[in-house]
C-alpha cells in the first residue's frame, strides 16, 4: 500500500513548488502549462511520458494546442504521496532544463 502525504507533507510540497496548485481537497496537484506551439507541448508530454514510465506514475493530463494541464495524484494513496512529489520535481526539473 502506498502511504498519503501527511498535512505537514503537502504543505511541504505546495511551498517547494509554488508553480503547482494544491486541490482544496488535498487529494492532488496541478498545473497548466503554455508553450509557443504544438510541436513544444507534445514534446514536452512525450519527455514526461518518457519519465512517467519508467517511475510507473502516471499524470492526469490534457492537451490542447500549446497548452497542457497536469494533474498529479496517486490513485492506489487514495490522494497524494511521494510518488506525486517525485513526479512534480522531474517535471519541474525537465522545464528548468528546458528554459
Request: no cysteine; hydrophobic share 45%.
Amino acid at each position: 500500500m502506498i502511504a498519503k502525504l501527511t498535512e505537514a507533507e503537502r504543505r511541504a510540497l505546495a511551498e517547494d513548488h509554488p508553480d503547482w496548485t494544491l486541490e482544496e481537497s488535498g487529494a492532488a496537484i496541478s498545473r497548466t502549462l503554455r508553450f509557443t506551439d504544438f510541436n513544444e507541448a507534445f514534446g514536452f508530454m512525450t519527455r514526461v511520458a518518457l519519465i512517467a514510465e519508467k517511475a510507473d506514475h502516471h499524470p492526469e493530463w490534457s492537451n490542447v494546442y500549446n497548452r497542457v494541464e497536469i494533474r498529479l495524484t496517486t490513485h492506489d494513496a487514495g490522494g497524494l504521496s511521494k510518488r506525486d512529489v517525485a513526479m512534480a520535481q522531474a517535471i519541474d526539473a525537465l522545464l528548468a532544463a528546458s528554459a
